[in-house]
């Protein structure tokens, strides 16, 4: 029998609530296929960890990581308690970072019986997939600050883009839209502005593009694409993004669904030796940790996305296919949805849903 082994890090906040009802819904539809079983070994590294230890992690945690086939990763981040910068760069970007975690996927789609913001848009307008550069960019850590505590003080951030990496982005980005079936990859740029930086990236797009003649391929500047999620999002079909770019617009592709709550990213290297990273895009949200709210879909649909990687396909298709009925009934949808069930309510809606629901339902 294939075994995988999952590092599990529930995290910060509502990453520890949600995070169970992920790993229930995974055992469910593993225990629906035949051949492969889930071994998750729970990390308690936190912001509580942090606190009682002066990292976020141990001095060997990328080691300890290696091992594993993936991660399954909650929320980072109590800003109350440790800044963001340092919770955000003690523990999940090292990992993006030292793995080669390249690629961040954020798949954009209103589930059925989801009614998002926009009037008059439904599943058939807003489906989409944002492919985000994850090691470079606006968020290489490029820089300093001289002349600290002092009316001249000077902070420098600086933007790191290089070929080798833009490219296989873009490339990453053309790759999945042939094999989804997607008809047309759109580049977000800034290059009227940003002469060097972005006037580079669109060179290398459009050179990329030229190697996939059957997609068709666009670009269009960042600020005019915000407008775009918003007025006419049946235009898009899969976007390729900076680290800051992306960032940002898939925070709106989240109100575009209907909630962050029902946001997943997969963080992706094709080598096989170090392990992808799977996680809900919602964050820690200490405002609601603690109460039971908080909506597990996306952390369920990070790991449809985890088994779909894993080779999986239809043990994910099984948990898609638990989600997608939860949101049709509309009986176990957390407050975020306009419903009135717990977390944990909605989460076992969901394995309940994967364990009956018949493929193709």
Known sequence: MRTYRIALIPGDG????VMPVGVAALEAAAGLADGFRLDFQELPWSCE???QHGRMMPEDGLETLRGFDAIYLGAVGWPERVPDHVSLWGLLLP???AFDLYANVRPCRLLPGIEGPLRGKGPDEINFVVVRENTEG????????VHIGTPWEVAV???VFTRRAVERII???FDLARREGRRRVTSVTKSNAMQFNM???????WQVAGEFPDIAADQCHVDAMAARFVRAPEQLDVLVASNLFADILTDLAGALQGSLGLSPSANITHDRTVPSMFEPVHGSAPDIAGKGIANPLAAVWAGAMMLEFLGERQAAAAVMRGIERVTAQRSALTPDLGG???TAECGAAVVEAIRTARPGA
Do not use: P
Request: charged share 30%.
């Open 14 to 17: 509502i990453g520890r609530e």
């Open 49 to 51: 960890y942090y606190l």
């Open 138 to 145: 606006e968020y290489s850590g490029v820089g300093g600050r």
């Open 171 to 173: 490339r990453f980005a």
């Open 157 to 159: 951030q600086d933007i």
């Open 199 to 205: 006037v580079f990236w669109d060179e290398v797009f």
């Open 95 to 97: 990992i993006r970072k």
């Open 340 to 342: 009135r069930a717990t």
